[in-house]
Structure formats: C-alpha cells, structure tokens
C-alpha cells in the first residue's frame, strides 16, 4: 500500500434510494461499475446475460437516486459510459424505524444474498489460485462475548482499519499496479440467534 491516501467517497441513500438499489440486477451493475471502472449498457448487458433495454432502464434507475453518473470523458451521441459517483453505501444505522428500516433490511437482504454468490465463486476459484493469494484466503468466523458497547467498539476498529487500507491503495475501476488485484472482505457481523426447530445440526 501507498503512503498516501485518498478520499473514500460513500452515500447514504434515503429510503426510496434504498429500495431502487436492493434491486439485484442493479446491485450488481454498481458493484461492476465501482470495481472494474466505467461501462456501456450493451458491455453491461453481455455481462449480466440482459438485453440493453432492460440494462439501460437499470442504469436509469441507478442514476436517478445518485449512485451513478455518465462519464462525460467516454462515449458519444449514440452511446452512453456510465461510472459510479462513491466507492461505499452506508445504511441501517442504528436508530432507524418504518419506512427507512423496511428499505434497510430489503437492501441488505440483498446484500447479503450477493456476498453469498462472490464468496461461494471465489471458493470455486481457490483452485486456481497461486500460492500468494492462498495465503491470504479465509473463510472464518469468531464468536465472542460481548456487552453492546464492547461490539459497536469492536466493529468501529475494524471498520476504522478497513478505510484506512482503502485510502492507502490504489482507487478501482483503473488499470492496477501490476500484482495488485482487487481483494473483497465481506464483514457480516451480528450477536448470535439461536437457530428455530429443525434448522439445526443433529
């Protein structure tokens, strides 16, 4: 990582915004267009196996609550670029109710459904991986007994450190230092809940 930092930019959408983006074609499309950089509805639709209608009504959707923008520097008259305008979302904090706590949880049931598939894809890869990048793999899990406060303290360290590498590497969506690849850390953190009946090991 770099010595020098940069600003990590993030929105906090209001809850119309929420539910537009908990939409998981568009939450994809952001996540495309915030890690490998700025992109067309055509190049989106062969990625995502969609038709460029559908892709570009999306991309509407995305751009009207703020998460997107064209890319002024790319395309032309019969072709829109389109870039993601902030590397992070913010949402659920902790004194949300009604609407905005409906919207925070469909979003993250989202969410979590998409960390689902790029962990289980990147376990189908591991394979492949060289030796280096092995060693930096994980999948783990800690449980540990905590007050209220010990938790939110725990995770604002963590979360403290993780901005901080942010801001000390390089931003995505460019061209990348050669050995340098994009690492995902999915935190999912929660006090434990007691599975229901039936939903248990024997």
């Not at 600003?7 to 915004?17: E, G, M, Y």
């Not at 915030?34 to 995305?62: C, E, F, I, V």
């Not at 960390?115 to 492949?128: G, I, L, T």
């Not at 449980?143 to 901080?164: G, S």
Request: aromatic fraction near 6%; glycine fraction near 6%.
């Amino acid at each position: 990582m770099s010595d020098q930092t940069r600003p990590i930019t993030s929105i906090a959408p209001d809850p119309t915004a929420l539910k537009a983006l908990a939409h998981p074609v568009r939450l994809r499309m952001l996540s495309l267009l915030r890690l490998d950089g700025p992109a067309t509805a055509s190049g989106l639709a062969a990625r995502l196996g969609l038709n460029s209608g559908a892709t570009s009504y999306h991309l509407r959707q995305l751009a009207l609550h703020g998460f997107i923008e064209q890319d002024s520097e790319r395309g032309n008259q019969r072709e829109r670029w389109w870039r993601s305008r902030h590397e992070m979302t913010t949402f659920l904090t902790d004194t949300v109710e009604g609407d905005t706590l409906e919207a925070g949880l469909a979003f993250q049931q989202a969410a979590l459904n998409w960390h689902m598939r790029q962990m289980q894809a990147a376990h189908n890869a591991y394979p492949d991986l060289p030796p280096e990048w092995r060693r930096a793999f994980t999948v783990s899990d800690y449980t540990i007994a905590l007050t209220p406060a010990a938790a939110t303290a725990l995770m604002d360290q963590i979360k403290a450190l993780l901005v901080q590498a942010m801001a000390a590497a390089p931003a995505l969506g460019a061209p990348l230092p050669e050995g340098v690849l994009p690492f995902s850390i999915i935190l999912n953190a929660a006090p434990r809940s007691t599975e229901a009946p039936g939903q248990g090991t024997p």
